[in-house]
T-cell receptor, first 112, second 115 residues
Framework: SQQGEEDPQALSIQEGENATMNCSYK?????LQWYRQNSGRGLVHLILIRSNEREKHSGRLRVTLDTSKKSSSLLITASRAADTASYFC????????????FGQGTRLTINP | DTAVSQTPKYLVTQMGNDKSIKCEQNLGHDTMYWYKQDSKKFLKIMFS???????INETVPNRFSPKSPDKAHLNLHINSLELGDSAVYFC??????????????FGEGSWLTVV
């Protein structure tokens, strides 16, 4: 079973609105990361939040982490058409060596 | 300059063939990865190398053989290709996989279609 699962699987909003995506995970973590993937491209790192942090900001991005609920959220404020992409959360699992495990992503569409 | 580059970007080949995907990173990272993304966008790690040494080998058919000639290169060779191997293969790299967490830098992907 997957470590991280995003919710919703797809989200469509109007330009200018805020978009919120959620991620749930199963095991204890020391950090959680969010990545963006534009269509036909590779994944790009957005933000990393550590387990001792509750909230982190980067430009129009706001990430929260609730370790008691094993969940994280990514908020994109004042969305733009260029924000249309898939968004993935990723959590590390240590099995011998540390590996980053990705969820299935949220497909975000920003309508002009 | 491209940080993580992989070639080819598109590959269409017949079942049973052998093919290779090459990857190079110029970021000075010591860890490199191969990830596979299926048609449902699920991204799964296949292999990880640290300083040319294999450290993660997921449950991947032994038709898949990674090779790391140096820490800047990690190639993926696939023997006897099957229809189910059709996917996007991403090469990636990072600094060492310490517990504090490290950003992974991805290549643009190699779209493999087996017909």
């Amino acid at each position: 079973s997957q470590q991280g699962e995003e919710d919703p699987q797809a989200l469509s909003i109007q330009e200018g609105e805020n978009a919120t995506m959620n991620c749930s995970y199963k095991t204890s973590i020391n950090n959680l990361q969010w990545y963006r993937q534009n269509s036909g491209r590779g994944l790009v790192h957005l933000i990393l939040i550590r387990s001792n942090e509750r909230e982190k900001h980067s430009g129009r991005l706001r990430v929260t982490l609730d370790t008691s609920k094993k969940s994280s959220s990514l908020l994109i404020t004042a969305s733009r058409a260029a924000d249309t992409a898939s968004y993935f959360c990723a959590t590390p699992i240590i099995q011998g060596a540390q590996k980053l495990v990705f969820g299935q992503g949220t497909r975000l569409t920003i309508n002009p | 300059d491209t940080a993580v580059s992989q070639t080819p970007k598109y590959l269409v080949t017949q079942m049973g063939n052998d093919k290779s995907i090459k990857c190079e990173q110029n970021l000075g990272h010591d860890t490199m990865y191969w990830y596979k993304q299926d048609s449902k966008k699920f991204l799964k790690i296949m292999f990880s190398y640290n300083n040319k040494e294999l450290i993660i080998n997921e449950t991947v058919p032994n038709r898949f053989s990674p090779k790391s000639p140096d820490k800047a290169h990690l190639n993926l060779h696939i023997n006897s290709l099957e229809l189910g191997d059709s996917a996007v293969y991403f090469c990636a790299s990072s600094f060492d996989t310490g517990p504090s967490g490290n950003t992974i830098y991805f290549g643009e992907g190699s779209w493999l279609t087996v017909v």
